[in-house]
């Protein structure tokens, strides 16, 4: 929090909030694995994580986090928003 503080400082309640909702979906749902980066193998058991914009498995019991698989374009004068799932993003967008 202390480089959300220093780098955009409106940001912090709405950092706060949404770390606060990831360690509650993270810490109250049974994730079976790490990841899954491959589509093609999207099947039982739910990861943690997955592609950013990739289909959900139907096998899977709960939503994983949408995660970006490449930062290259990524450095401290970008803005980072957690916008939740990938399929509500115009709902975040006014946030």
Same mark, same amino acid.
């Given at each position: 929090?202390? *480089? ?9 309640? $709405?950092?706060?909030?949404?770390? *606060? ?7 109250? $749902?049974?994730?079976? *694995? ?10 039982a058991p739910t990861p943690l994580m997955h592609p950013l914009g990739a289909n ?20 401290? !004068?970008?803005?980072? *928003? ?8 115009? !709902?975040s967008e006014n946030r």
């Amino acid at each position: 929090m202390d *480089r959300v503080s220093a780098v955009e400082p409106d940001e912090l309640s $709405h950092t706060e909030t949404d770390l *606060r909702a990831i360690y509650e979906q993270w810490s109250t $749902h049974d994730y079976d *694995r790490w990841e899954e980066l491959k589509p093609e193998a999207f099947d039982a058991p739910t990861p943690l994580m997955h592609p950013l914009g990739a289909n959900c498995s139907d096998d899977w019991s709960t939503n994983p986090f949408e995660v970006p698989t490449s930062m290259r374009s990524v450095d401290s !004068e970008c803005s980072v *928003r957690i916008v939740g799932s990938y399929g509500s993003y115009g !709902e975040s967008e006014n946030r």
